[in-house]
């Protein structure tokens, strides 16, 4: 099962490690993450794919994501917060 963009993510390593995201970007062995509040769309994560897991089978629109609007990291904060009910212990 592979990550795809607009996917929700949770990381395993790292001082991101348990905190879900929003994949903005797949290149390669590569993910960029977005949370909406520390990782804006303007300054995303790079993150290595093996160090990401699929947390959640309902992703956020990708089409949100090109517009590139800052009420967009508003959206990712109440999404992900949404989400975070059904990632059991995996998020601050």
Avoid at 6 to 19: C, F, H, M, R
Avoid at 60 to 69: I, N, P
Avoid at 72 to 80: D, G
Wanted: aromatic content about 6%; proline content about 1%.
């Amino acid at each position: 099962m592979s990550i795809i963009r607009g996917d929700v993510v949770v990381s395993t390593a790292g001082k991101e490690k348990n905190q879900i995201f929003v994949v903005a970007k797949v290149e390669e062995n590569f993910c960029w993450l977005v949370d909406g509040k520390r990782l804006k769309l303007t300054k995303p994560k790079k993150k290595s794919l093996k160090h990401v897991q699929r947390a959640s089978k309902i992703g956020f629109d990708e089409s949100k994501l090109d517009s590139g609007q800052e009420k967009v990291n508003a959206e990712i904060r109440k999404f992900l917060k949404e989400r975070s009910l059904y990632v059991q212990g995996r998020c601050n």
